[in-house]
DNA sequence: AAAATGTTTGCAATCGATTGCAGACCGGTG
DNA sequence: CACCGGTCTGCAATCGATTGCAAACATTTT
């Protein structure tokens, strides 16, 4: 490329149009709207372009044209497979679309309510895809000049807001029956932190579907060490308390669970059933391979930025968009021994 | 907060300027440069700031100060537990200097060239961070309007950019003596990509420290897969053939392997041992959990995100920060049977 | 040939914050 | 009282792309 970089060193529209010898408009408009510009110029323009090696200003079209070209996703936790998972469908999704992904772990940086202030701001981005159900109704209230905010895979029961979410109830439904047409009476529950909805949801698809069954509730917040936790609470228990099948709200509890428990010289599936939910690509390659319920995460992202762009774009949205749960059928399920 | 927007419907310097009767000149040093401002104006202006309920708009500074705030990460696979949690102690170190994460996946998102000329861009992003090692040293190359780049895990021979890496040789180097010690004679290794550097890297450190072992290659790519692969080949050979310790190049193929070795009735570590690579969190939460070369995966985040933050601000960063490994020893190793 | 219609292009204002420069103001000194 | 040094503040230019408006030009209609 030669150098028609003015003093500053980078290559501007201006110098772009003087190379062409059109006016700064032309040039612009033969970026954006290359059909309201006559063949010949367009041609020309075009070959201005590749010649210089131009590279637009982002921070200049923003400013005028007041957007960021970003959006970000507010992840409770980056570190936990499920969610990367997510955001490798939202990235694909958003770059597609021209969009950047700015991703914030909300665990660690600040407390939530900071970090959704400083992204609640419509020259940081322009849409929001918030993944943690923690924020209150009141901190996203929708102001004129917020961008709009998409909640996926956790929600907040009281806001107005577009969500996309697995349908949890139906999921717990499915792993309960699964285990009671196994022949399972006693279902011991590991569980999330109480106040998450997640854990709300699942816990009632279990409830619905448990009936006459007994429920165990081991406490619990998704993480390894809760599963270790609820291991030893497992065994505290006198054998005949015991429930022969523990259905886990996330792989990674089951994980820890089955791993403790074996030991303890307890053996999955023989001593008890486990079912975990998520389905993280682990889950098929442990052993035993973990029976599980499997949350479409690609798709959970693709179509979260799905319904985020179209916000943006200012289209009508569904104001829930829910997808469906599978059991995936392994190893760790079995008739009560 | 009172409205004093403009007709826009969003308050900007000048409202607020026009509230504290004062310049928009005197507003902004208040936010950049409060020791410039008298004590009284300052006050009043900061009362000014936070009753109009002022939000800065970045685009317009990014403009004038030729920055863009965020930094960039290009992953070869957000999908995978390691780099998620990279992630995390880059996205920390990063928000408290200010500056925004963004995240490209270089997998699936076109092709890594393609990724690589979109955020090459100073408009764009103000640094780099490339977790992948496959761009080729020309595609970096260092003009005057590029931002720093900077190499983390992964890194490429003949670029002249800094890096921060692990000593992948040591680490190797520790999970093979280990072997040794146990008295292991013959050796498995499945490996990475074979162009891949890290790949390199432990092939190298395993061959020095094996010195008078045997040594067998499996193929791999670091994946699942990569490690069901390698169990096949591994059941394929003749018993005598089998080398009596694996050292898988990552845990997910360490993992699947013994998962896949287990399903053939073939016991960990009682008929082999198995040494993975990363730590992963999950690898202390398996049965049995699996013994494993630590990368300190948030202080590499730290670390590389610290090196771009000093290479922004021009000051002279070293030409490679290294890492050490540790041996994580857990249940998958022991002397042969 | 004049008028009407449609297409293409350029002018110049605009987005909102930052900053070099110079002027205003202060108290103290000769 | 004039002058000096220092501190504080405002003016206005600037970053670079976009776009409403109107001018210029081409084409068709009457």
Known sequence: MDNHAGPQGRVRLSDVARMAGVSTATVSRVLSHPDMVAEATRLAVAQALDRSGYRMNHAARNLRKGRTGCVVALVPNLGNPFFAKILVGMGRELAAAGYDLLVADTQDQGSLPATLRRFLDPS???????????????????????????????????????????????????????????????????????????????????????????????????????????????????????????????????????????????????????????????ASHLLPALTTIRQPKRDLGRKAAQVVLAAIAGHEVAAVTRLEPQLMLRETTAPPG
Chains 1, 2 share one sequence.
């Not at 000049?145 to 996926?152: F, I, K, N």
């Not at 619905?208 to 270790?228: M, N």
Request: with cysteine; charged share 20%; aromatic share 6%.
């Open 124 to 282: 940081r981005a322009d849409g929001i895809i918030l993944l943690d159900g923690r924020a209150s109704a009141a901190q996203l209230a929708p102001g004129p000049d917020r961008p709009p905010v998409v909640l996926a895979c956790e929600w907040i029961e009281d806001a107005a807001l577009p969500r996309v979410v697995l349908d949890n109830q139906r999921g717990a439904a499915l792993a309960v029956t699964h285990l009671r047409a196994l022949g399972h009476r006693h279902i011991g529950v590991i569980g999330g932190p109480p106040a998450n909805v997640l854990h709300q949801a699942r816990l009632a698809g279990t409830r619905d579907a448990a009936q006459d069954l007994r429920l165990t509730l081991f406490p619990g917040d998704f993480s390894l060490q809760a599963g270790q936790a609820a291991a030893r609470h497992w065994l505290a228990l006198a054998p005949a308390e015991r429930p022969g099948a523990v259905f886990a709200f996330s792989d990674e509890m089951a994980c820890a669970f089955i791993a403790d428990l074996g030991r303890a010289g307890q053996r999955v599936p023989r001593d008890v059933s486990v079912v975990g939910f998520d389905d993280i690509e682990l």
